[in-house]
């Protein structure tokens, strides 16, 4: 076992090097090239209202860095209350480093009281457990096909290849290299790079039929789905997103604070994932619920980064769904991927059914917690107390 020493990162003088670690820890992601973006990441941090208390760590093997590990920290209510609780992220040791990587999370562990973690490599999910957190449950990982072009090529028999003219076999596709259906957040899940999908173009006759089949159906499940009700495109977020989040925390018992001063830092302007757009539905004039929508992977895939209905009213969520599945559709996204927990202000699953979405069991995430005070640990640790979207924390700040 390699040795090396864990030092608090206190400026910019190991930015470099964790770059460097960056790309030799995932070379099959040519985004992880562009360092200036994990840069503005964490310049991004200092306009954080609690940019004081990120914290980060190097692990040094003389000038060299071998592993890295940030503490980004976020408000929370839990039973009312408000709390701070710190997220693990950016989480990378080179091979031969092993026992620094139970190091740095030790790091983690001393310097905060609290922690809430959105994560889903098993192995980080082990060491974050042995020193504290509590394993809640599995989120809910939803997605809606929008373009059959994001299906492995299927056999096509051989009456409807006559009739389209189409040729006995097709060449495989060729550049692969951005890997469509792996999401840039997904990074830490592999060890080595994942073999691609086997998957060859789809002729355009076949493709565009079969697409215009998606349009058809989603027309058809999308009638009456919410009721009378229309979201809206907002143009950001105002002060009913805090009489929103206000009637939310007095229902829900743990919840990420999410008032119209934190969607501004967290999607705003400045933000990596900015620009976002912001569905809204306010029939009469009071926000009952919105959704932040984001395009990436070139806008290939389309993601429901939050979703927040007033309790009780889930004909304002199918509403909200309508909409982002059509504006997704519009944007020209092949697919939508929404990550959440199944509680009162989320989309519930039957009616994410209902509108064409399927659960997806692969590459979902696990909600950890620890929390110094028992009572609020305990309250944290039902996950049936907890609304919590996928944009809620660390999980997506990489997201492109």
Same mark, same amino acid.
């Given at each position: ?9 206190? %400026? ?47 692990? +040094? ?82 997605? @809606? ?62 493709? %565009? ?34 009489? +929103? ?22 999607? %705003? ?9 912001? +569905?809204?539905?306010?029939?009469? %004039? ?83 917690? @620890? ?30």
């Amino acid at each position: 076992m390699k040795k090396a020493v864990v030092k608090l990162m206190e %400026g910019p003088e190991f930015e470099e090097g964790v770059g460097r670690l960056r790309i030799r820890s995932f070379p099959y992601f040519p985004e992880t090239r562009d360092t200036a973006f994990y840069e503005r990441v964490y310049r991004w941090f200092e306009g954080h209202p609690l940019a004081g208390e990120v914290h980060r760590w190097v692990a +040094l093997d003389g000038e060299r860095v071998v592993g890295h590990l940030a503490a980004t920290p976020q408000y929370y209510r839990v039973n009312g209350q408000r709390v701070v609780a710190h997220t693990p992220g950016d989480y990378m040791v080179d091979e031969g480093y092993g026992f620094q990587a139970l190091s740095l999370m030790r790091n983690f562990f001393r310097a905060t009281q609290n922690c809430v973690v959105c994560d889903m490599v098993p192995a980080v999910i082990e060491i974050e457990s042995k020193l504290g957190a509590k394993v809640v449950g599995e989120m809910d990982y939803a997605a @809606k096909l929008l373009n059959v072009s994001r299906l492995p090529m299927p056999s096509v028999p051989g009456p409807i290849r006559r009739a389209l003219n189409l040729p006995e076999s097709f060449a495989p596709t060729r550049d692969f290299t951005d890997r469509p259906g792996v999401e840039t957040e997904d990074a830490e899940e592999y060890i080595a790079p994942p073999a691609p999908r086997p998957r060859a173009p789809l002729p355009g006759p076949l493709k %565009g039929l079969l697409n215009r089949g998606l349009r058809t159906v989603d027309e058809a499940l999308g009638k009456n789905f919410g009721g009378d009700l229309e979201a809206e495109v907002l143009d950001g977020f105002d002060e009913s997103f805090d009489d +929103l989040f206000e009637r939310v925390a007095a229902v829900v018992p743990c919840l990420p604070e999410k008032d119209a001063a934190f969607l501004r830092w967290r999607y %705003g302007p400045g933000s990596p994932q900015a620009p976002v757009t912001v +569905l809204g539905v306010r029939p009469s %004039g009071r926000l009952l619920g919105y959704a932040v929508l984001r395009g990436a992977s070139k806008g290939q895939d389309g993601y429901v980064l939050d979703l927040m209905a007033l309790p009780g009213r889930q004909d304002v969520a199918r509403a909200l769904l309508r909409e982002a599945t059509r504006h997704f559709r519009e944007a020209g996204a092949q697919i939508i991927r929404y990550r959440y927990l199944d509680s009162p202000t989320s989309a519930r699953s039957g009616d994410l059914a209902r509108l064409g979405f399927f659960s997806r069991r692969g590459r979902r995430n696990y909600l950890l917690v @620890k929390f110094a005070d028992g009572g609020q640990h305990q309250t944290a640790v039902d996950l049936t107390n907890w609304s919590y979207n996928i944009g809620d924390g660390e999980a997506t700040f990489w997201l492109r």
